[in-house]
């Protein structure tokens, strides 16, 4: 009997231990998302391999590896703004939004009133050296821009926006779209899908969406019409100059065609019968070169370096580096490259269905938005889907202020991944979360809203 007590009073120094940990509440473990982090060095390795051919026009001193070093350093600087807003918590980012916006407007602004030429429009401008083409900054604003908006004006007895937010929201998306309208269609185009989009992800009803899409159609309708129809006075560059002069022709009629008359042109070009049929020109190289560099690779492509267009096709490195990539890897992996962008899409979406509040949902849906659009465009204009333009592929092509712009992106998705309450957690994790937000941002996820109201 003296035995089994000391047996027991034995036990007892073990036992007391794990009955303290049960007690003690569980933290959350951190979460570093996998598929996102995959996707991002995946687009990364494709980048400095596929840079290293594509830039060959680039290449005329020093050393062949300059333009894959310079642009590494890009790609380095962006990898350390991912980590930085890795560990910083959404709701943090989320009040930085409005400084963010006012930030992207005042280098818009300072474009228009000091900025210089690039590729026939005023849309640079050069700070400490660097040319900076806010565009980019401008599509991550405009996400940013309409999570603040949709998160601070849910309807939820509704399940709606509100009118001030519907009011907001045009009013946003007709700054941007205005500012980026003068110097580009297609900035203009990507910034308004990716607004409208996240209309519905944010919970608009179809009758406000509707009637934002009306406004936005009668006003973009009506300044397209202006814009190709009105004549304008524009400035030339040097180099437009001289090829006016070189070909004998009129350089005031140049100047009053405005970018009204390139969007014209471009447009019936790329409706033209026959297009991939007609014989080389000088006026169609770059569409051509592409469709000719994209059936060379054919399915499995020509091999790592082996590319025939790089010499040939203009912005190989830049606005056609899809084309590139497809005529030395093939086919097959240029759909796999879509697919890496349609998976963080797909990876957004999921992610957004298991948060428990409306911010985070749209702050992630944003930024893929932003990434994913880019994406589709460029390869759309690569491939002969939309007319010719310019559009960086995201992270791969060359261009240090589209990477950091990305990174910016990629950074805010990781940082709802890692902090955002999902509905798996714990109740009570759940509530400290919706405790540290804003109290005009503790919306329920609208995606939610009817489980929540079955289970209430």
């Avoid at 290293?52 to 600087?77: K, N, T, W, Y």
Wanted: charged fraction near 20%.
């Amino acid at each position: 009997m003296n035995d089994q007590l000391s047996l027991d009073n034995a036990a007892e120094p073990l036992a007391a231990p794990e009955a303290a940990a049960a007690a003690e509440p569980k933290v959350r473990k951190v979460r570093t998302d996998h598929h996102l982090w995959g996707t991002y060095i995946l687009l990364v390795i494709v980048a400095l391999i596929e840079l290293f051919s594509a830039s060959l026009q680039e290449v005329s001193d020093g050393s062949i590896f300059d333009p894959v070093i310079r642009h590494g350093r890009f790609l380095a600087a962006g990898l350390v703004i991912m980590l930085i807003l890795q560990h910083i918590h959404y709701r943090t980012i989320f009040r930085l939004i409005p400084f963010y916006v006012l930030g992207c407007f005042g280098l818009m602004i300072a474009v228009r009133v000091a900025g210089h030429g690039v590729n026939e429009a005023q849309r640079a401008i050069t700070i400490f050296g660097t040319q900076i083409l806010p565009a980019d900054f401008m599509k991550v604003g405009a996400a940013l821009g309409m999570a603040y908006i949709l998160t601070k004006n849910q309807d939820e007895e509704h399940r709606d926006i509100t009118v001030k937010g519907l009011v907001w929201s045009m009013v946003l998306i007709g700054g941007f779209a205005g500012l980026l309208f003068s110097e580009g269609l297609s900035n203009t185009i990507i910034v308004v899908a990716i607004c409208y989009s996240m209309m519905l992800v944010g919970g608009m009803s179809w009758r406000k969406f509707g009637i934002a899409l009306l406004i936005g159609a009668v006003a973009g309708g009506g300044a397209l019409i202006a814009k190709t129809q009105l004549k304008e006075e524009v400035k030339l560059d040097p180099y437009k100059e001289r090829v006016i002069t070189l070909n004998h022709e009129n350089p005031d009629v140049a100047r009053a065609d405005g970018r009204g008359n390139v969007w014209r042109d471009r447009i019936k070009q790329h409706f033209r019968d026959d297009k991939h049929l007609e014989k080389f020109s000088v006026d169609h190289q770059q569409e051509q070169l592409s469709y000719i560099a994209q059936a060379h690779g054919g399915l499995f492509g020509v091999g790592i370096g082996r590319s025939r267009e790089n010499a040939r096709l203009p912005l190989a490195f830049s606005d056609y580096i899809y084309a590139i990539i497809i005529e030395e890897l093939g086919l097959f992996v240029g759909l796999g490259i879509l697919i890496c962008y349609m998976w963080i899409l797909g990876r957004s979406a999921k992610l957004t269905m298991r948060f428990s509040q409306t911010m985070p949902g749209v702050l992630v849906m944003g930024c893929a938005f932003v990434i994913v659009f880019q994406a589709l465009y460029h390869m759309a204009i690569v491939t002969g889907v939309f007319p010719v333009s310019g559009q960086p592929l995201p992270l791969i092509s060359k261009g240090g202020i589209s990477v950091l712009a990305m990174s910016i992106a990629f950074g805010v998705m990781l940082s709802v991944a890692r902090h955002a309450a999902r509905i798996s957690d714990t109740a009570d994790e759940q509530q400290k979360e919706l405790e540290s937000l804003p109290e005009d941002a503790r919306a329920v996820n609208p995606l939610l809203a009817s489980d929540v109201e079955q289970n209430s």
